[in-house]
Each structure stands twice: as C-alpha cells, then as structure tokens.
DNA sequence: TCCGGCCATCGATGTGTGTCAATATAGACG
DNA sequence: CGTCTATATTGACACACATCGATGGCCGGA
C-alpha cells in the first residue's frame, strides 16, 4: 500500500474522482469502534507494538474477528505485521496517520473568513 | 452534534470504548467516495458553500442518493445546511476537521523512535 | 515426530448501506 | 389557488460487512 499520493487538503481543491476511491477505504476502516481502538491501543502501547493476544485480551470478541479488523487495517496501510517465534505483532504506520490528519486540516482560511 | 470531547490524539492514549463508537461514526461518513468529493466541493467552494443543484451537477448520482448522502454528513456534524429562497446551501464545520485532524496526528515520537 | 499454543482463513448468518424510482414537502411566481 | 422548481423522505433491493464456530497453518518444546 503506496502514498495516497493526494496529501492536498480536501478543503483546499475537490478531490479526484480516482482519489477519492483509494482515501475512503482508508476512512472506510477507521469507520469502525473495535478498529478505532485496536489502531489506538496498538499506536500507545509501549514500543509500539502489540501482538494479537494483547489485542485479544483488550476485548469481549472472538479471536477471528480481531484477526478480521488487524487485515483490514493492514490492507488500507494503517498497520504492519512482523511474526517473531511463535506471535505477530502490529505496528502503527505514521505516515499514513499524517496522510490522513493532513488532509482534513483546514488551509488557513477556510469558511469563508476572508471578507 | 456537539464535539467529540476526546481530541487526545488515538496514538496517545488508547481511545475508550464509548468514545470510539462516536468516533467511528465520523469515519464512517467519511468512507465513502461520493461524500468525501462532497465534503471536497463544498469546502473548497467559492464563499464555503453550495447547493444541492451544484452538487448533484457533479455527479451521475440521482437527487435522492446526494440528498442522502448530504443528511449523512450533516448527522455527525461534518456540514450544516441553511434553506435561502429555493435552494439549500451546505458548509462544512471547520472545528470538526479539526478535531479529527488532531485525533490522527502524531504526538511527537511514535512508532519507537525514542530511544 | 507429535503435541499444544498462537494466529489466519473459511463458510455461514444477520445486519447495515448505497442506490434508485416514486412520492412528499417547501417555496417562488403567476 | 395552481403550478413549477428545488430538495427531502419513503420503500425496495442488491450488495457489503461484522461476527461467529470450525478448521488450517506455523512455530516451539517435549
């Protein structure tokens, strides 16, 4: 999974048609509670890193589904899996998240604030 | 709508159970091509608005589908809508892009780089 | 080599969602 | 009041998705 490649704020110029395609699943897969958290337990965790039994553990579902929302999240570039001796761990991609914060920021005057 | 009342960045602190559900349902809206091109034209609009008639210009979507994809985000509080003669005008609320450009922003040295 | 723990994949199921045609509502204008 | 335009709502349908149990693959230890 590359760069969006489209780091314009959306408040700046429409976004392309193609573009809009490949940011929304990104989007698409923060859309979710157990995602949201999981992204989030795994970026605070100490070294940055947690394996799918300490995700596991953080909630009240089945082992697969957890397993479900770790690929999801890994398709759309948000994570990254290394296997060592018999556990995976995820890792966060900072990039990504400053893809996705950088475009939703606000280019400096937005809303019609300039008279 | 009112704010998220949770603007510590996700890879901060892990974002609490309820608080993600409300979260979630921001992105959600945002996962879909046609309402990030929406949300796109609307924020980059001329006077930070437009109307539906501008809207449905833009695409090869019936009215009724940008209608409802115009009350889905105006639902989580991503537009607000004002009725001037016949028409309906959209703008975006800049507090919340910010606050979800903030939610995916980096506090400074994570992924391990401390070290 | 076999066993047990960790994780991923598969198949099924109920629920959510994007889309449309049809219809309803609201305002402008005779 | 009637009609036309602009927008919203409704009902229906196909498709996608979150979840589970069952199963398979990988690795370390006995």
Redesign the interface.
């Known amino acids: 999974m590359e760069l969006l490649e489209c780091c314009a704020p959306?408040?700046?110029?429409?976004?392309g048609?193609e573009q809009?395609?490949a940011?929304?699943?990104v989007?698409?897969?923060?859309?979710?509670?157990?995602?949201?958290?999981i992204?989030?337990?795994v970026?605070?965790h100490v070294?940055?890193?947690a394996c799918v039994c300490d995700l596991s553990a953080?909630f009240d579902l089945s082992q697969p589904t957890i397993s479900h929302h770790l690929k999801v999240l890994k398709d759309v570039g948000l994570l990254t899996s290394e296997r060592r001796a018999s556990w995976v761990y995820y890792?966060?991609v900072?990039e990504r998240?400053?893809e996705?914060?950088?475009l939703?920021?606000?280019p400096a005057g937005?809303?019609?604030a300039v008279s």
């Not at 989007?27 to 958290?37: I, T, W």
């Open positions: 959306l408040a700046r110029e429409p976004i048609a809009s395609g940011v929304a699943r989007f698409k897969a923060l859309g979710d509670p157990v995602r949201l958290r992204l989030s337990i970026a605070s070294d940055g890193e953080a890792r966060v900072p998240l400053a996705l914060s950088a939703l920021s606000l937005v809303s019609g």
